[in-house]
């Protein structure tokens, strides 16, 4: 079955950390690209970091940079995002999306910037709460 699960959401303090993964099964994701995307209550989904299929650098949302960070484990199947220094803005549900792109290649600064990029596949997301 081809799926995309997210784990590692959980409450943290504001300026802790967690490491949210997107394991995907059903497919070799090291082949697709991948993006991570959140949504607050009351607001639109927002992309927050997305890594291609081919050499590149990721993109980050404005507002992360220098905090988050995607990254592959091909060996688990699997994407990451750390998060660290973590703010109450940054609450809200995370989720993974994955498309096996082609061509043309579309920069990651659009698969993340444009609400009408279309992704093949979503996961049902891993909830992130940031309170003292």
């Known amino acids: 079955q081809v799926q995309l699960v997210e784990s590692g959401g959980d409450l943290v303090q504001p300026g802790g950390s967690l490491r949210l993964s997107c394991a995907a099964s059903?497919?070799?994701?090291?082949?697709?690209?991948v993006g991570w995307f959140r949504q607050a209550p009351g607001k639109e989904r927002e992309g927050v970091s997305c890594?291609?299929?081919?050499?590149?650098?990721?993109t980050y949302a404005d507002s992360v940079k220098g905090r988050f960070t995607i990254s592959r484990d091909n060996a688990k199947n699997t994407v990451y995002l750390q998060m660290n220094n973590l703010k109450p803005e940054d609450a809200g549900v995370y989720y993974c999306?994955?498309?096996?792109?082609?061509?043309?290649?579309?920069?990651?600064?659009?698969?993340?910037?444009?609400?009408?990029?279309?992704?093949?596949?979503w996961g049902q997301g891993t909830q992130v709460a940031v309170s003292s």
């Open positions: 999306a994955a498309d096996r792109g082609g061509w043309p290649v579309i920069s990651v600064q659009v698969m993340c910037g444009s609400p009408q990029y279309d992704f093949d596949y």
């Open positions: 890594i291609s299929n081919r050499a590149g650098t990721p």
């Open positions: 059903g497919f070799t994701l090291d082949s697709y690209n």
